[in-house]
């Protein structure tokens, strides 16, 4: 059930119970095959007021408010906190969101060259739309949700992902080196190159994934793929292995 309406801002609603951290309680069930699926719960903001894109400013602190149409050259919110915040449609020619804070966030209707997000903090997000380059390494996302997102260039280096889904998405180039994922979903989603060297795996689920090629196959454990890869895997692997296939 929803929680109070507090006399500090707006009432948030969810459509699932929460432990109070932006997810469900309890522990996710396995899905088909075993796979725990991402713990996501649909974020729905009641009673926001409206934003004015002037308070859009770095290291600002932005609680309860839905913007609609925010658009310009550069939309800087390094170290920023946004909490209970909705966008409707964000449209810049780069986002800056270095060392920001975002809980309890949708964001619909995006259309960004250039996204920075190093050391960022996502928690509770929803995101839709069509993003270039995203420099997001070393950042910790908790229970984000990319719908139907293109992405060209998605370097997540070094970070720490726990229940995270892409779902319909295009990813031309993603980076996960060094990363560590837990409960990660990629489900409808087509990824050009995937760069996963030195990460460290959990309930990660690719079964309906479109890869085209891998690298760092040797850090693959924890990923759980469908039959149809093994034809994909096959020479990846061998080559990997320094194997022949001849007839």
Excluded at 82 to 103: H, I, K, M, P, Q
Excluded at 157 to 177: H, K, N, P, Q, W
Excluded at 213 to 242: D, K, Y
């Amino acid at each position: 059930m929803p929680s109070p309406q507090s006399n500090h801002g707006p009432q948030r609603a969810r459509t699932a119970p929460s432990n109070g951290r932006g997810r469900p309680s309890g522990r996710s069930r396995p899905g088909r095959g075993g796979v725990r699926a991402p713990l996501l719960d649909p974020v729905k903001l009641d009673g926001l007021d409206d934003g004015a894109p002037a308070a859009l400013t770095p290291g600002a602190t932005v609680e309860g408010l839905r913007f609609g149409q925010v658009s310009g050259p550069v939309l800087d919110l390094t170290g920023a906190r946004l909490d209970g915040v909705a966008f409707e449609s964000l449209t810049a020619d780069r986002l800056e969101l270095r060392g920001a804070v975002l809980n309890e966030a949708v964001v619909e209707h995006v259309d960004v060259p250039v996204v920075g997000a190093v050391a960022s903090r996502w928690r509770d997000v929803t995101l839709s739309g069509r993003l270039g380059s995203v420099e997001a390494y070393e950042a910790e996302l908790r229970s984000v949700h990319f719908v139907g997102c293109k992405l060209s260039f998605v370097n997540l280096r070094g970070a720490d992902l726990l229940d995270v889904a892409f779902t319909d998405c295009v990813i031309e180039e993603l980076d996960l080196s060094g990363s560590q994922l837990r409960r990660v979903q990629l489900s409808g989603t087509r990824v050009g190159r995937l760069e996963i060297d030195r990460a460290r795996l959990e309930d990660v689920d690719l079964r309906r994934t479109d890869i085209e090629t891998v690298s760092g196959l040797e850090h693959l454990r924890g990923a759980t793929f469908g039959p149809h890869h093994l034809a994909q895997l096959a020479p990846l692997m061998a080559r990997a292995l320094g194997l022949r296939i001849e007839d």
